[in-house]
């Protein structure tokens, strides 16, 4: 299911999580690939550990990876950061150092600083590349918060 | 029959030839390199495509759906170098499949679900370098038949079901082994005799990663007396007993360099015990690192006792506290704490140390001092530090420091030059903030740098001495920082050595002409991402050694381009993109330049116009030299124009009535003439003309009719239009009285400078000038005309005694008479009389 779209147009959208006042949903923006991701505790108040579970078929080598995340509200964007997940020297992760083709499942926390989402409608981009800024994986979010 | 059959044989090849030399279509694949690399990843492929050439060196056929590889299916690409076959759902690999393939230097199955290998399965790939085997299901390293690949150096099997470490016996063919994964699998238990291998065949190279397999159990001894480059141990223990008895059964080994720890996502120990380490005591190891441990703790240093000989030690992301209780005894040459827990920052007294790199601890309070006598490099970058008084030999302790980075940390505020630092090469503060760095000549006794970086330090250079003593340096990073004035100054003057100078994003507007020229040994510079509103290329010209200009991001106009001038020999990259170019014929010179040069400049079919407006956003390249010649000749033909038109409307203006009796005379022609003569005269002198002219003329023989302006001009009528119309076009004569009167009356002048013309025009001498009274010779000379007319044509004299009158009104008559016509309209007597009856 992660492979090869059945036809049609983009790939489906998915549903993170739905409960709580909270809904995210989300949908590959990478032409060759689907994946899989879902957030395990869904409520509004954002926990300092966010469990998260993430299934991707890599496209690419993940020696090192970056993510970028836009947050967008309205059409502009109010936030931005990027942040180094797998670095050349010291592999924080297991799946740092990972191979074109492989699979790649993560089960486990997110640090952030917890917050409360306020309420609205949020668009998040996300998007990951390895050393070379090929891409690895990208998703168009939306948060509904209420 | 013949003929069409030699036509047939003449045109086949000829086809042939044809077709050969039409675009080839790699379709459904791309071409990344002509003739060597290409693309086919997740195209749909069943089958290896046939329409690659067969020099193809990197072939990649990712996430496709070959499932099955037959014999010799790649037969066709002898020279293939990497062949990557990641995701292609393969599931059996026939004999032979890779024959033939004895170039190839890297074979990739990562994610293949490949159920059997034959013994010949890898066959041929006598030149097989790296085989990356990552998920294919694989159980046991026994099922790889690599045995002949003896010059294998890299062999990547993690990710499959491997449960077995022991090294099969074909290993002892793989002496150029450098690097074997192993990591998740599905290892739990080593035994000594897993490794009997490497008792026959010494690896002295070989690095091994059994990270995220599970181990349970080490046989004690199973290292003993084994040589590794490397040994990775991540995430394999889920207690910390089991940790420390496996740590205890590697006794015997000799490792380069021991990696021990945990991944940040698959942590299993829960806590720490110092006495996990003690193991390592039986170990012969150079580097020891260290990552990733949840409550680890350097609480008791006990726990480092076993590694007082290593000569480096790394701790990453560990919750790392005392440190200062280090002993100075131990013989630690490196050490790197990066991402550690720390409270403050630690006060280190160890005099074996060289290399100290202390970063991302962020420890967020003043830097306090080192006591590290052998220190040659200090990294203590990303901590948060503030350094109150910047910098001198003792707050390292050390004499001895070529390599300084104090980037990405708070205030430094520079207090001394560097005293006793002279051995300085390198030296990075980029993203630290500087203060008071203008106060003094701050790097004057670093006469050895060679690397600085001042990046985004807020540095406001002021000072004229600001890079004095810097001469060996090197490279110099600037951006993000500014000058007084927003100018260059000539400032570099100490920095001959200097091969990198990166100035871009310092809010530069100008830039001294000489400052550039010290740099004789420049090879790059950054300006981008300045103000700067035109480039010189003339600085440049003596820098002989420049490869690469950089200048984008500015708010260049136009390329200031002198005669004479020369770019640099060895200028091969030029980039002046994202500018305001005028695309005018202003700055032709400049933008010819441009096409000429596009050889060197970057991305020269993405540079625009910003103005003029016609041209906004269009590419330089577009603009046309042929426009400018266009507009110009038509600029000067416009020019031209209008001059002439002009001068026609002053002409016309100032001729107006003189074109008026031309066009007149054309529309009456000759013979229609209905007077003998025009009169013109001063109204003073009208006495003199009703009682002696008109008299004697008029009423004498021949009779003569006069158009006299009181009598013959139509009322209702200009008097311009008159004079033209009644008097001159309708006279064949013109009788000009002159007198004192004459002069000084306008309109007589009028009238006299149109009889001149009238004369001209009608190429006869018709008018007779008649002095009536002497006028005073200044008088005349106002009319200049009229007087060098008087002078040179002989005028009619009016006398008062009788005999002089007589002969007046005879030569007056006979001038009259000259030219008239014979038989005139409405004068059918004129002519009858000659002269003779002039008699009164």
Known sequence: ALLYPSGGHGWPTHTACRDGGLEVLYQSCDPLQDFGFSIDQCSRHVKQNLSIRFGIILGEDIQELFVDVALVTKGSPFFNFSYPICEKDQPKFSFCGRRKGEKFYYAGPVNNIGFDIPEGEYQVLVEMYNENRSPVGCANATVICC | ?840
């Open chain 2, 1 to 840: 029959m013949i003929s069409s059959s030699c036509l047939a044989r003449t045109l086949i090849p000829a086809m042939a030839f044809l077709s050969c030399l039409r675009p080839e279509s790699w379709d459904p694949c791309t071409e990344v390199v002509p003739n060597i690399t290409y693309q086919c990843m997740e195209v749909n492929l069943y089958n290896i495509p046939e329409n690659l050439p067969s020099s193809t060196e990197n072939l990649d056929l990712s996430f496709n759906f070959l499932r099955h590889l037959g014999s010799h299916n790649f037969s066709k690409f002898p020279e293939l170098r990497v062949l990557d076959l990641s995701r292609c759902g393969i599931q059996v690999i026939e004999d032979d499949t890779y024959q033939g393939l004895n170039q190839l230097s890297t074979l990739i199955l990562t994610g293949n679900p490949v159920q059997h290998l034959d013994l010949r399965t890898f066959s041929g790939l006598s030149s097989l370098q790296k085989l990356v085997a990552v998920e294919i299901n694989l159980n046991s390293l026994e099922d790889l038949p690599i045995g002949h690949l003896k010059t294998l150096k890299e062999l990547n099997v993690a990710h499959n079901f491997i449960h077995s470490f022991k090294l099969p016996e074909y290993f002892c063919n793989l002496s150029n082994l450098e690097y074997m994964d192993l990591s998740n699998n599905q290892i739990h238990n080593i035994y000594h005799k897993d490794l009997q291998v490497l008792y026959q065949i010494p690896f002295h190279n070989l690095s091994l990663d059994l990270s995220l397999n599970k181990i349970d159990f080490i046989e004690p001894g199973a290292f003993k007396d084994i040589k590794l480059q490397k040994l990775v141990l991540r995430s394999n223990f889920d207690s910390m007993d089991v940790m420390k008895t496996c740590i205890q059964s590697l006794a015997g080994l000799e490792v380069y360099e021991l990696v021990l720890g945990e991944f940040k996502n698959e942590r299993q120990l829960n806590e720490f015990d110092k006495s996990a380490l003690e193991g390592l005591c039986n170990l012969t190891i150079e580097n020891f690192r260290i990552a990733f441990f949840d409550e680890f703790s350097l609480d008791d240093i006990g726990v480092f006792h076993c590694l007082e000989n290593v000569s480096a030690v790394s701790l990453l992301n560990l919750y790392v506290n005392h440190l200062e209780r280090i002993p100075k005894e131990f013989r630690w040459q490196s050490l790197e704490l990066i991402d550690c827990d720390l409270e403050q920052f630690p006060t280190l007294t160890l005099s074996s140390l060289k290399r100290f790199i202390f970063t991302a601890n962020e420890v967020s309070n003043t830097f306090g001092e080192l006591d590290l006598q052998s220190l040659e490099f200090l990294d203590l970058s990303k901590n948060g530090l503030s350094f109150r008084s910047c910098c001198s030999s003792r707050d390292f302790g050390t004499v001895r420091l070529k390599h300084l980075d104090l980037s990405f940390n708070e205030v430094i505020s520079m207090s001394s030059n560097f005293v006793d630092m002279e051995q300085l090469e390198h030296l990075d503060f980029q993203y630290s903030t500087l203060k008071r760095a203008n106060a003094f000549s701050v790097f004057l006794s670093l006469t050895k740098l060679r690397y600085l970086d001042l990046s985004y330090t807020n540095t406001h250079v002021t000072f004229d001495g600001f890079f004095h003593g810097l001469f060996s340096l090197e490279v110099l990073k600037m951006p993000g920082n500014s000058f007084q004035g927003n100018s260059l100054p000539n400032i570099l003057t100490n920095l001959g050595n200097l091969t990198f100078l990166d100035l871009s994003n310092c809010q530069l507007e100008t830039i001294d002409p000489t400052a550039l020229n010290p740099l004789g040994k420049l090879q790059v510079l950054n300006m981008s991402y300045n103000k700067l509103l035109s480039l010189d290329l003339f600085p440049y010209e003596n820098l002989s050694s420049l490869q690469v200009v950089d200048v984008s991001f500015n708010r260049i106009v136009t390329l200031q381009i002198q005669e004479r001038y020369h770019l640099p020999n060895k200028l091969t990259l030029l980039n002046v993109t994202q500018n305001d170019f005028a695309c005018a014929c202003e700055h032709q010179t400049s933008l010819q330049w441009i096409k000429d040069q596009r050889q060197l400049l970057v991305d020269v079919e993405q540079m625009l116009c910003a103005t003029p407006a016609g041209m906004k956003g269009l590419p330089v390249l577009s603009f046309r030299n042929t426009t400018c010649q266009m507009s110009k000749t038509i600029i000067s033909v416009s020019v031209l124009m209008v001059i002439m038109v002009s001068l026609v409307v002053v002409l016309v203006y100032k001729f107006y009535f003189h074109l008026m009796l031309l066009a007149g005379c054309k529309r009456y022609g000759r013979g229609e003439c209905t007077y003998d003569a025009f009169v013109i005269y001063s109204s003073h002198d009208e006495d003199w003309v009703r009682n002696e002219l008109v008299k004697n003329l008029e009423e004498g023989v021949p009779p003569f009719r006069l158009c006299l302006h009181y009598r013959d001009f139509i009322p209702g009528v200009a008097i311009s239009a008159n004079i033209i119309q009644e008097g001159f076009h309708k006279s064949r004569k013109v009788i000009v009285v002159v007198s004192k009167n004459f002069i000084q009356s306008r309109w007589c002048i009028f009238e006299y400078e149109i009889a001149q013309t009238w004369q001209f025009l009608s190429t006869c001498s018709g008018i007779i000038f008649v002095i009536l009274q002497k006028v005073e010779k200044s008088l005349l000379r106002q009319q200049v005309e009229l007087y060098r007319l008087l002078n040179r044509n002989t005028y009619l004299e009016w006398e008062d005694n009788a005999l002089g009158q007589h002969i007046f009104w005879r030569r007056l008559r006979k001038a009259l008479l000259a030219g008239k016509p014979q038989n005139p309209e409405g004068t059918p007597d004129a002519d009858m009389q000659p002269e003779a009856t002039s008699a009164m």
